[in-house]
């Protein structure tokens, strides 16, 4: 299984599957990361951490612990 | 009647500029009940029956965040007569998500599709008729920042407030769905007003524990919904709160796709990318953000203008303190109060003089300072830089609980903890935010530097380590607390996901960044003339009165006040510190008259040790006779109990403020001191025992105790694993 946490910066995925529960998981999809979406790995942090995404036309920053819940291909 | 109208939006949508616009100056500013988060409101301008209320920014109207709750509670439970939504249009998809749920509450909606000129510059069409059919609501465009078309949408939501009407409500999820929702709505017909039965329809469908607790529905009835709700689960092989969410996007990149036309393609390079190739980068982002931060402090409150350096700040509060408070008010006062013929001397003059000008001008001062500083924080805000420093620091600061904006509240914090407290404004999550007000008054503040300069020239020799030690301790107990308060019940509950938008760098708007400053700074005068003024009367009055012969009078000598007698009668709270013998009543008192401003802990040992050693003009005599009556270990205790308790009132007014609720407030406060009490006890205690000054006794056990307890709250599991919590939903997932 391939997580966002996992792809390198420049790379497109497309979003697989949503693990987890909760606000955590219902925040993630309220920003528009739900099945099916493109997502293109913009950067990581410089201090390795959290990783910046393109994700429906705009930047969102997300922590590598909650992209180890977004499955892609 | 009045007109309300709700004003809701994604947060970076342009809200606040439309805001100011639609108002101007008949804002109103203040707290939502309860919550830490900010509520205004004010007369759309020209139209005294139409009050504006603006909604928290929020991405969604789920259950979870407080902004979130607060807007749905007021939508639900206040039922605006229209709402207007203002949509970014250059990032329209993810804007339209709040849209879609906004228009199922039934209320008419008018959509007002903003940064209408960035879109047309990026070579883009918005078909806003077409949007407006599909969506069943009124869709206008608008450029808030060149004040194009605000005014026209908030009349349309004026018009369709009177009228009452809301659109046709579009079906947005499949039949199947659609279906389940139907049945749900047929079962709570008459429990909810009908036009609310489509939004509760839909809560309940996605299990929304508040919408359901809402209802009251019956234990049979809420099996029976339950029933429906996993049977179609089962058939889409997906969780409700997932399909609807996943849904209501297909449904939105459909009704995108017909009504925009986007010029290239998806993943071009923007103006705000390029910027943040250089300002976010592996190896510049550090050094830039560095600058940044010199260039903040080196304004705001760095060496003053008239002595070399560059700070406006720290120059205008100079003013402020010695010549505005220092002089031109005492002497306004004395003049008149001559007229009114007040008596140098008399209780009344010294009331007004000493207590109210001294102790309420010496928090006042430091409003030229705030207001500096608060405008150049809305700048980094306004402009989109802020998001950036909590990306870049995140790493660090998550360690602790707190949040990578954290940083900036922490680093205000040497100069004045109280504009430290209200920087944490910034911070978006409220446990994050709570967090940072409760340690940032651990860093040592410009007012505690003379304490720390008296011990460190009359005990340790002028030491430089003890400056450093200072700041070492202060770092460490906000390390310290960060992880402890982390893994405490209260802060544990939910895991926040830290997801967060990046928004397009843009010029920050003047009148948006000279509003947020000077609300910030109203607030904290306003603080300043009720709490502070009331503390400062108190402690005035205990400390210039006292029983002289039986009599309660005005004392000479602060030995024979009533601060002196309090501070006598509960020395002994202090004695496990080391703060025994004959400082110990000075050390107590001198501990509370730093609750006026931290500089009072030095002023009050000046004037207790004045009237017991050669009242020379050589103050240093002075710090030397309470340093041979301190002691090297009990000075350093009482350094450490003053730099980390409960701090000066401005910054528990500041922490009642920022707190918004009581208990919070209390605990916070509760918190420090009694940290700072632990830290001050293990010090003296065991630091004594050895370097063999102290005794082994019974507070050496205590200390030892609360050494390990320390140990242990530093280094327990979690009250509950963040990440154990998430990897096991994440295998039961799979399993299923």
Known sequence: MITLKDVKAGQIVAVAKLHG??????RIMDMGITTGTEIFVRKVAPLGDPMEVNVRGYELSIRKDDAEMIEVV | MGIKIALAGNPNCGKTTL?????????????????TVEKKEGWLKGRKDVVIQDLPGIYSLSPY???????RDYLVKEKPDAILNVVDGTNIERNLYLTTQLIELGIPVVVAVNMMDLVQKNGDVIDVIKLGSTLGCEVVEMSALKGEGGMEAA???VTLAQT????ELPHIFTSRVEHAIARIEESIQGKVDDSYLRWYAIKIFERDEKALEALNVSAGLKAHMEERIADCEKELDDDAESIITNQRYSYISNVVSKSVKKKSGEHRRSVSDKIDQIVTNRILAMPIFAAVMVLIYSIAMGTSITDGGFAIGTFATDWANDIFFGEWVPNWADSILNVLSVAEGSWLYGLIVDGIIGGVGAVLGFVPQLLVLF???????DCGYMARIAFIMDRIFRRFGLSGKSFIPMLVATGCGVPGIMASRTIEQDRDRKMTIMTTCFIPCSAKMPIIGLFAGAVFGGSPWVAASAFFIGITAVVISGIILKKSKAFAGEPSPFVMELPAYHMPSANNVLRAAWERGWSFIKRAGTVILLSTIVLWFLQGYGFVGGRLQ????NGSSLLAAIGNAIAWVFYPLGWTGDMAWKATVASFTGLIAKENVVGTLGTLYHFLGEPGENGEKIWALAGADFGPLSSYSFMIFNLLCAPCFAAMGAIKREMNHAKWTAAAIGYMCLFAYMSAMI?????????GAVRFNLWTVVALTALVAVFYLLLRKGYQDEKRFRRMSSVDTKIK
Do not use: C, M
């Open chain 2, 155 to 157: 009349q349309k939501a």
């Open chain 1, 21 to 26: 529960e909760g606000s955590v998981k219902r």
């Open chain 2, 164 to 167: 009452h009407r809301a659109g």
């Open chain 2, 375 to 381: 405008l150049l924080l809305a700048i980094l805000e």
């Open chain 2, 554 to 557: 005005a004392v000479e000598d």
């Open chain 2, 65 to 71: 965040t407080l902004e979130e709750v607060v807007a």
């Open chain 2, 19 to 35: 805001f100011n616009s639609l108002t101007g100056s008949s804002q109103h500013v203040g707290n939502w009940p309860g919550v």
């Open chain 2, 683 to 691: 010090v003296y205690q065991l630091g004594g025992l050895f370097a």
